[in-house]
């Protein structure tokens, strides 16, 4: 009976992973790691086992944490190349008003938009072969006149990460953008049959 309180501690152990494992947020699943590793912890200290519960909360948690979390906010961003040109806000609103949609988006899959300026085209082009980047949108200034035609867009983004075109095929303004598949697995930017190019128009009637 004394020992009663230790079985409700350990039932809590796979409660705890179970709730790793089924979070949708890697921010709050770091959270439930770090109770989880200090459940274990907790437990190895009350079985009298002082120098794994030590090990556990200094290397099982603390240490694993901390490279958890690197490795999420490395890995949870869109690299996106443009031009030089389209990241200053005052000669490019319509793109100004697009980064801010892709960010809503990205935002709902916890994802994090960074704007990789380049130069000129072909060096945008290079970037996304290099594997640099995850897209690269190129497209007209606002300045410039646009014409009324059914395949005319302001900006074109070719993605090279099937997850991220399926994340914004359905979701980005059919006014503002085309949007683009390629995959470039085979070294070469040339779009093949397999690849897949929607005008995103379509997919809003």
Request: glycine share 4%; charged share 20%; proline share 4%.
């Amino acid at each position: 009976m004394t020992d009663s309180y230790l079985y409700f501690v350990v039932a809590l152990l796979p409660l705890a992973a179970g709730m790793v494992v089924l979070q949708d947020d890697p921010y709050h699943a770091l959270v439930i790691r770090g109770i989880l590793g200090a459940i274990a912890a907790m437990i190895y200290a009350v079985l009298g086992a002082a120098d794994v519960a030590l090990t556990e909360a200094l290397v099982g948690t603390m240490l694993a944490i901390t490279l958890y979390a690197i490795a999420v906010r490395s890995s949870l961003v869109m690299r996106l190349g443009i031009l030089e040109e389209q990241s200053s806000p005052p000669n490019c609103p319509v793109f100004t008003q697009l980064a801010d949609e892709l960010r809503t988006i990205l935002h709902k899959h916890h994802l994090r938009l960074e704007l990789v300026p380049y130069t000129n085209l072909q060096s945008l082009q290079r970037a996304l072969i290099d594997r640099e980047v995850h897209a690269v949108c190129d497209g007209r200034l606002s300045s410039e006149s646009r014409s009324i035609k059914d395949d005319s867009y302001p900006y074109h983004l070719t993605i090279r990460v099937h997850r991220l075109y399926e994340i914004l095929e359905g979701q980005l303004s059919p006014q503002s953008i085309r949007l683009s598949y390629v995959d470039i697995s085979d070294g070469s930017y040339e779009l093949t049959s397999t690849n897949k190019t929607t005008a995103l128009e379509e997919s809003h009637p």
